[in-house]
Structures are given as structure tokens and as C-alpha cells.
């Protein structure tokens, strides 16, 4: 099968969504697919990882803040087509968000004017790692202050995208179920043809560790054999309310030390740090930054049990991470299909509830079972994602 991928993330650097289309693109190639992804990556971020019998078009993201949508979309648009013009054998275009946006747009006046355009034979399978109408009005339920340019111009074209792609789509996965219940609230669509395809995880990467090694890496990491160490892995941005789980830092035992690992937004940092300031915590909390992929795992043999105090997500990928190594995971802001063990969500989303709750958790020794984490395989979810694509190459859009 040949499968193009459209996707604005691509690593390096590996933080964001960069490492789900990349281990979707690796088992599609064990499967014996042709993948050629066209993607946007950020100029002077490291050699471009190209998985052995993949075909890489990198298009620069964004040339100026909030403008990918009419700079690295529409040149996406132009290279796409040029390259359709040798390439007439695609069997199927899979889709991530928003960066194909004007092909979406092409595709949609082909089906008003011309639906019997070639083009539209090959069936476009829409994958919604979260939708921006749901994102937007979660930001203002908060009040959150959102800026200018994303308010009035980028944001406004990011649930346009997600319009047409719903419309033009003959399949859509979801990364939950209420990530599609959000998009069929806000977009509409029809449920026959969305899926829910969780987040997986490399198990390969992911591996359980012994307490000899957990110990040494605690102390490479600057923590004893008595400290109970509470990860956060990802974007530090507002909706990850990192500052809460700082504060609840606050009201938990000083053996409670926190590991923050990812990069941070420049504002929301400056707001976590007078946070920090102000409750006297710098000795109990390590800041490591960006981590590349294949080093992540270093973090989660570190901790104890892993916080995701987000306000909303799709399915985090760090979550089927930290059952893979064994750790309970204290979460919000989604929901699994399935009940696993390890799993444990948060009351309520304030400092001392937070820390009401880790301290329970983690009290009680709850038990992690890994062997579920199995079906999550990344390998799994690709042969989830092959059944779709034979129900979209059966049910296309004309």
C-alpha cells in the first residue's frame, strides 16, 4: 500500500506530537507499506529522522509566528501536487491536523464541481489528536488570555480546517472517545465513519527496569533511595496546570520531590518559577527541558508515579508510557475507553486535592499491571488503523 502522511510535526525536535506519526509511519514500514510523509519541522533542528524506506518532503512549519496556514500550507499545497503529477499509485492520504488545510479545501471543491475527479479516488483518512473548537472554548471557559494573532487569524483557520476535513474525510480517527464526541458537538459528521484509535507506546523503549537501576537513576537525576519522585512529562504550557501541581508540592511530605521534563512556554515559566520562589520549593523540584525521544525513558525510571493535571487532552501519550515501566499514572482531562489498572483520576483539579491524591496513590503502593498495556502496542493500534483504511477505500467520497 502507498500512504502519504500530511503532518506539521516531525522529528527532531521530538516533543508535541512528533513521535505518534513517527511510530504510526515505523509499523506501517514493518508491515511492508510505502509511507512518503510531507511535513513541517522547524529550520536547524537536527538531522531529519528518515525510518529506513520512508520518503521525507520537510516544508519549513512556520516562517512567522501564527502563520502556518498561509506560508507552510499553501507551499504543502504546490509540493504535494507536484509530486502527484509522477506519483499517480497512492492508495491512501492519512491526515494529522491541520497543515494540509488548502488540500482539504482543493479536495472539497472537487467534490462540489468536479466529483468525478481522479483525485477523489483516493480516500483521505482524517486523524483529530484533539479538535480546535474544543481546544479554543475550553481556553475561554478559563479565561485564559489568548493572543491576538491566534484569536483573530490563526485559530479561526484551524476550525475551518477541522470543518472541511470532517466533510471531506471518508474516515476520521479519534485519539478518544471524547475527543470524537467533541467533534461530532462542535463539527457535526457522521458517526459510521469515525473510529477511536488511542495513543500507543513503544514497548521496546518503554521497559520495566530493576530497583537497582531505578536507584542509580534517581541519583544521577540528583535524588536519594527515600525521596518518592512525581513526574510531568511534556509541553509545559498553561492547560498542563503545572503551577497547581507545584503548589500542591506544597502540602505534600518533604520526601515528595518533583521532575519536570519538557520545554517550557516563556510566560508560563516565569509564572511557575515565582510560584516556586514564593513557596520556597527549587530544593525539591529538578528541571531537565527538552528530552529527546529515545532518552525520555530515563525520566520514567526516575518516578515514582507520573501527574498529568491537564485541563483537557486527548489520550497522552506519557500515560501508556508509564504503564509500560510500571508506575501509576495520576491523570485529567480525558478519559480511557477501557479501565486499566494503574490508572487513577484526579477529584479536582486545586493544589491540595492534587496532593490528596498523590499521596493516596502513592501510599497505598497501588498495583501497575503492564501486561495490559500489550494492546497498545504501537504495532496494535497500526493494525487498528488498517482496518480503517479498508473501510475508507471501500466507502470514498464521490
Not at 66 to 74: A, E, L, P, R, Y
Not at 184 to 212: P, T
Not at 286 to 300: N, S
Not at 383 to 388: A, S
Request: charged share 25%; with cysteine.
Amino acid at each position: 500500500m502507498k500512504i502519504v502522511r500530511l503532518v506539521y510535526d516531525w522529528p527532531p525536535p521530538w516533543h508535541g506530537l512528533a513521535p505518534h506519526p513517527y511510530e504510526v509511519t515505523v509499523s506501517q514500514l514493518k508491515l511492508g507499506h510505502e509511507v512518503h510523509v510531507f511535513c513541517g519541522r522547524w529550520p536547524k533542528s537536527g538531522p531529519l529522522q528518515r525510518p529506513e524506506g520512508s520518503f521525507i518532503y520537510p516544508i519549513w512549519r512556520e516562517p512567522f509566528v501564527g502563520t502556518s496556514k498561509v506560508t507552510s500550507s499553501v507551499i504543502l499545497f504546490f509540493k504535494y501536487f507536484l509530486w502527484r503529477r509522477k506519483n499517480k499509485d497512492v492508495d491512501i492520504i492519512h491526515a494529522h491536523g491541520h497543515f494540509g488545510i488548502w488540500i482539504y479545501v482543493y479536495r472539497l471543491l472537487l467534490q462540489k464541481l468536479f466529483p468525478w475527479s481522479k483525485e477523489l479516488k483516493i480516500p483521505l483518512v482524517a486523524h483529530f489528536h484533539n479538535t480546535a473548537k474544543g481546544r479554543w472554548e475550553k481556553l475561554k471557559e478559563k479565561g485564559n488570555y489568548i493572543m491576538p494573532h491566534s484569536k483573530y487569524f490563526s485559530w479561526p483557520l484551524e476550525v475551518f480546517s477541522d470543518r472541511i476535513l470532517m466533510k471531506v474525510s471518508s474516515a476520521q480517527i479519534f485519539v478518544s472517545e471524547d475527543t470524537k464526541k467533541e467533534a461530532q458537538k462542535y463539527y457535526g459528521g457522521g458517526v459510521r465513519r469515525s473510529f477511536v484509535v488511542e495513543s500507543g507506546v513503544n514497548l521496546n523503549l518503554f521497559q520495566k527496569v530493576g530497583d537497582e537501576e531505578r536507584s542509580k537513576t534517581k541519583s544521577d537525576l540528583g535524588f536519594d533511595m527515600y525521596d518518592r519522585v512525581i513526574l510531568a512529562h511534556g509541553i509545559m504550557t498553561e492547560r498542563k496546570n503545572i503551577h497547581l501541581l507545584v503548589e500542591a508540592l506544597s502540602f505534600l511530605p518533604s520526601e515528595y520531590k518533583l521532575l519536570l521534563v519538557g520545554p517550557w512556554d516563556s510566560s508560563y515559566s516565569e509564572k511557575v518559577n515565582e510560584i516556586i520562589a514564593k513557596k520556597h520549593l527549587d530544593h525539591r523540584i529538578v528541571k531537565v527541558g527538552y528530552t529527546p525521544y529515545p532518552q525520555v525513558p530515563i525520566a520514567f525510571h526516575a518516578a515514582d508515579l507520573l501527574v498529568t493535571p491537564s485541563s483537557w487532552e486527548g489520550l497522552p501519550k506519557v500515560v501508556m508510557q508509564g504503564l509500560a515501566v510500571g508506575i501509576p499514572c495520576v491523570v485529567s482531562g480525558f478519559k480511557l475507553k477501557d479501565k486499566m489498572d494503574g490508572i487513577f483520576y484526579l477529584s479536582k483539579l486545586d493544589p491540595k486535592s492534587i496532593a490528596k491524591d498523590i499521596q493516596k496513590v502513592s501510599s497505598e503502593k497501588r498495583s501497575v499491571d503492564s501486561s495490559q498495556i500489550q494492546g497498545y502496542s504501537w504495532d496494535h493500534k497500526v493494525k487498528e488503523i488498517e482496518k480503517i483504511y479498508e473501510f475508507a477505500k471501500k466507502n470514498y467520497l464521490v
